[in-house]
């Protein structure tokens, strides 16, 4: 069987068998959770993987007394709504790295689901465009293929984070506005926009 594979240095994408085979995360010198100040110590020295972001109904977590856990109970079809779970699978990815741990995301055969999380990440993360993003992923993974209900809910997904991108800018803007016209109601100028001394002597020969 294949080894999970590592999309970033904190986020690994697998299998229902990569999430149950034991010997495998041992190997790879994934943590085991026996206390909080132990995962700490693990994590500092060997970043390792400590969480576990399950993305199927059908599936228990095998160790969920080794390893910090996150669920998404859907199912592989047509009628699942993934899209509502990418704030929180991305607070929790986000949360694992902050905390110098590394995430594997499974599914059943790491394909559709899991991959799609993945994806929504990536695009969230780093600003990328679903096609950066998913082609991202399928470089280091090329076995993905979220079905086309989760596609279609990715390409939904981009609408939402530009929509977003788009009313920081305009909150941007507005505050830079603001800004102008207080200082222009109490007399003074922006740093840059005094006249430069030419143009202060074109003035002075117009007059």
Request: charged content about 25%; hydrophobic content about 35%.
């Amino acid at each position: 069987m294949d080894a999970p594979t590592e999309i970033f240095d904190h986020v690994y994408l697998g299998s229902e068998w990569n999430a149950s085979n034991l010997e495998e995360l041992q190997r790879n010198g994934w943590v085991w959770k026996l206390s909080s100040w132990v995962i700490f110590i693990e994590n500092l020295l060997f970043c390792s993987v400590g969480h576990i972001l399950n993305v199927t109904r059908e599936i228990d977590n095998f160790f969920p007394g080794m390893f910090d856990y996150f669920n998404v109970r859907v199912y592989d079809d047509e009628k699942t709504d993934l899209l509502k779970h990418w704030d929180n699978t991305f607070r929790y990815i986000s949360r694992a790295k902050l905390e110098g741990s590394k995430v594997l995301v499974h599914c059943k055969m790491g394909i559709s689901r899991s991959a799609s999380v993945v994806i929504a990440y990536a695009m969230k993360q780093y600003n990328w465009e679903f096609d950066q993003a998913i082609q991202h992923v399928k470089d280091k993974r090329n076995c993905i293929k979220p079905n086309k209900n989760f596609l279609a809910q990715l390409e939904t997904y981009q609408g939402i984070l530009d929509a977003m991108k788009n009313k920081e800018k305009l909150q941007r803007s507005k505050s830079e506005t603001n800004l102008k016209s207080e200082n222009s109601k109490d007399g003074k100028s922006l740093p840059g926009s005094e006249p430069t001394p030419l143009i202060q002597a074109m003035q002075h020969n117009k007059n």
